[in-house]
């Protein structure tokens, strides 16, 4: 397959083709098939791509020399000129050698949808901690794939799959990238390191920690500005958000929590990417409760629920406290809005409402204080008077004979945490747990 002259000049605008393959033996709906190339044009779209046309090829395995047929490389190739398109976007994972061979064959970028997805990542950083993330996650990404780029990064107009760490540093010999990746490895240790301490220091001022977390543009973001009158930049795109953004929640009670943001997550989120962002998203992980925001919206929430839930297992986080937050319920066209779960670990709202967002900071506070409990402790077990000291704030303490009354705020997580303790005593000595809650 001879490629046809095809120039692409150096001030170009990104303007892209962006193609699919769908295995017959995945079985995968229509709809998925759709979404994922939608969200596909929507991720190209943030990163300041023009899509001029979607190309979807059924197939029964990967071309390994093309990923797709050769008869569709070349139908990619006729629909680029007859467009003007420099260059081609796919929605799977490519291997270096197919980079090439495509490269070679349609005169064309190309870019996969992980080389995508760390673009818009090397366009939103604004830290020294999402420079260095982005960057060790590019490189890991690059380095077995050095061979199949060399066409990719003689393009000196720049645009998609050039920014980040820049052509100088991925056309280094793999010894100085793996140096390189060894550097920013050690300095995100630091950066690890740094986060642990403010988290012992914040868990020794006893202030819970809640975390955002949920699919991209489901409006963590404009959730975390209205509730804390931040100024978090949030904008109707995919990954708006990079760089975590922490700010003091006062909830009903009077109480202060922390309310972090977190990067959005996206189906098929590369690998080096969750590895590169794990310091950041550890953030998750000390989280005293989380708070998973949905797109009510989309047609497509329960996929996406299904993904943050991946996610969230991959980083050890799955068996946190949790409230499912049914956002943009004012914007569900559909009718599935009344039939979303509203339970007491659910809550359906609109960002923009007041009324909304006062329901949430109170399901945020129960959730996380657990309302006032009464323990009936004998003065002389120190232990147990200890223990009901950690499980929360005590309100009020009376001696009742050889008993000592006890009306603590319970912390709810420090309660399920250790609260067996004291209920395993309550068992054994048949003392009860008076006033449930009042």
Known sequence: MKPPVHEVAGEALDK???????????????????????????????????????????????????????????????????????????????????????????????IDRTQLILDIFAQRAKTREGFLQVELAQLSYLLPRLSGHGVNLSRLGGGIGTRGPGETKLEMDRRHIRNRISELRHSLQEVKRHRELHRERRKKTGVYQVALVGYTNAGKSTLLNRMTSADVYAENQLFATLDPTSRALRLPGGQEVVLTDTVGFIQNLPHDLVAAFRATLEEVNEADLILHVVDSASEMRERQMAVVDEVLLELGAQGKPRITVFNKIDMATDGSGGLLSADGDSLKVSAFSATDLELLKLSIQEKLMGGTKRFLIPAARGDLISLVYRLGDVLEQEIEGDDIRFDVRVKQTEFEKQGYMLQAFIAQEAIQLEGESY
């Not at 001029?52 to 797709?68: A, C, E, G, P, T």
């Open 16 to 110: 892209a083709i962006v193609v699919s393959l769908v295995l017959k033996g995945d079985r995968l709906s229509d709809d998925r098939v759709q979404h994922s190339l939608e969200e596909l044009i929507r991720l190209a779209d943030s990163a300041g791509v023009e899509v001029l046309h979607s190309v979807v090829q059924s197939k029964d395995s990967i071309d390994s020399k093309w990923f797709i047929g050769k008869g569709k490389a070349e139908e990619v190739r006729d629909l680029a000129v007859q467009l003007g398109a420099n260059t081609a976007i796919f929605d799977q994972e490519l291997s270096g050698a197919q980079v090439r061979n495509l490269e070679h064959a349609l005169d064309l970028k190309i």
